[in-house]
């Protein structure tokens, strides 16, 4: 297996990340919306998702 020098950055900035927070995603979540906010940037909100009423297919196999 290839080391990809890029993902393992990012799966360090994650472990880093989990053991700030304690492995919280809503704390790790609410902190990066926060920094957002600081940098002045708009900050785009996705219009959502009209509803729909397909049936589910929940039944699993």
């Not at 360090?12 to 989990?18: D, G, M, P, W």
């Not at 990066?32 to 909100?45: E, M, S």
């Amino acid at each position: 297996m290839v080391r990809d020098p890029i993902v393992e950055e990012i799966h360090k900035a994650r472990e880093v990340l989990a053991k700030r927070f304690d492995n919280d995603l809503r704390a790790i979540c609410a902190d990066a919306r926060k920094r957002q906010g600081q940098h002045g940037h708009p900050v785009v909100q996705p219009a959502p998702k009209p509803a729909t009423n397909k049936p589910r297919n929940d039944t699993a196999a």
